[in-house]
C-alpha cells in the first residue's frame, strides 16, 4: 500500500464528514455508537462558502462587464448548488445511529436528518446480516431488518460486523 492510499483512508472520514465508530458505549452497557464528524465547524463552512461567493460572483461581474452575461448566470447558479449541497451538511451534522446490546434485546436507535427512528429486536432470535463485500451490514429478527453503520467506510464497517457477531453470540445464562 503506498503512502498515499494509507493517508486517504486514514482522513477520508474526517475530510468527507464521515461517520466514526464508537465500540462499548461505556454509559449504556454493551454495544456501540456511529456519530457523524466534521473536521470544521458550522462559522468555518459558512465563511468559505461566504469566500467561494464573493470570488466566482466577482469573476461572474467582471465577465458580465466585458459583456459576457451569461458567465454570471451560470456563477449564480453554480452558487445556489453549493448553496444546496452545504444545506443538505447542516441537516446530516446530527446524524448518529446507537445499538445497545442488553440481556434479552437490541435496541437500535438511528438519527438522520432531522428523522429520529428507534427499534428493539429481540436478542436471541437476531441475525447479523452482511453482504459478501462487506458494503452493507444489518440486523434482522422477525421479520424486520434494520441496516446500520450506513455512512461507515468499508474498514469501520467489517470491524463492526466482527464485533457484533461476537456480541450476538454472547448469550447470558
Known sequence: MNTLTAAYQYFEPLVSGGMVLHLEDPVRASGFSIVRHYSTTFLQRAGLYAATCIIVLGVGIACAQ???????LCCAC??????????????????????TIQDDSVVIAIS????????SLQRYWARLICSPDG???????????????????????????????????????
Open 135 to 173: 458494503e452493507r451490514i444489518a440486523l434482522r429478527s422477525h421479520g424486520n431488518e434494520v441496516e446500520i453503520g450506513v455512512g461507515l467506510v468499508k474498514r469501520d464497517k467489517l470491524l463492526l460486523a466482527r464485533y457484533l457477531a461476537a456480541q450476538l453470540l454472547l448469550r447470558p445464562l
Open 66 to 72: 466585458l459583456g459576457a452575461w451569461p458567465v454570471l
Open 112 to 119: 438522520r436528518r432531522e428523522l429520529q427512528w428507534r427499534c
Open 78 to 99: 453554480e452558487m445556489a448548488a453549493m448553496l444546496y449541497v452545504w444545506l443538505e451538511i447542516e441537516r446530516h451534522k446530527d446524524d448518529c445511529e446507537t445499538v
